[in-house]
């Protein structure tokens, strides 16, 4: 399973010709500068990601079941989830259900561990070398936990032992680069991983060469 990443920069007006005319009318809503360029991409990356695995070359629709989580209107077989980060966004498409989450490097609250760590993992946090980089990857991959069963924070993170998904194969978390943690969650065990990472520039190549086929 490939999980493709991008950086976040300043391509915004070039990638809004290939957003679907619902997706445009979403982002237009969107006030915040950041948030709305952050969907941008993530939806060009998407289209980018279909084009890749060679399933379509459209511009999907998304329709939104349980827990809100979006699934594509005419290709519910495919199953896909977006992640951003802070000058990053993140795809994987997959003919399973799955949940993608990265996370940048952060300082989080001391009192987040409590709140998300099983006893085995608020333990191995206090004996860890660095303890705040322990707590921001753990909150990556409960965060494709939630995301994989659309419920979020009330999947009730501090219940998910990461390690007994990781053995079964279920979970996937690694550092790609620069500080960036990468993780992705099935409810079965999950394919061998591969994180491509591609500029913006080649995404807006790409999407270009898609349009004239």
Known sequence: MNIYITNIGVKEKE????????RLKKTNNITNEKVRREKIYAYGL???SL????????????????????????????????????????????????????????PLKADISRKICT?????????????????????CMKEAR???????FAEGFDKIETAELIKKGEL???????????????FS?????????LTEEKLFEKLCAMSEL
């Open 119 to 139: 006893p085995a993992e608020l333990k191995a946090v206090n004996a860890s070398d660095d303890p705040q980089k322990e707590i921001c990857r753990l909150w």
């Open 51 to 106: 084009f890749e695995e060679r399933l379509t070359t459209s511009a999907p629709a998304f329709s939104y079941g349980q827990n809100g989580k979006p699934f594509l209107t005419d290709y519910p077989d495919i199953h896909f989830n977006l992640s951003h980060a802070d000058g990053f966004c993140a795809c994987a498409v997959s003919d399973e259900e799955i949940g993608l989450d990265i996370q940048d490097y952060r």
């Open 15 to 22: 990638l809004i010709p290939f957003l679907s005319a619902e």
């Open 146 to 152: 939630g995301k994989l069963t659309g419920k979020g």
């Open 172 to 186: 996937y978390s690694t550092v790609a680069f620069d500080g960036l943690f990468v993780s992705i969650c099935g």
């Open 46 to 48: 998407l289209r980018y």
């Open 189 to 197: 065990p999950l394919p061998e991983i591969n994180i491509i990472r």
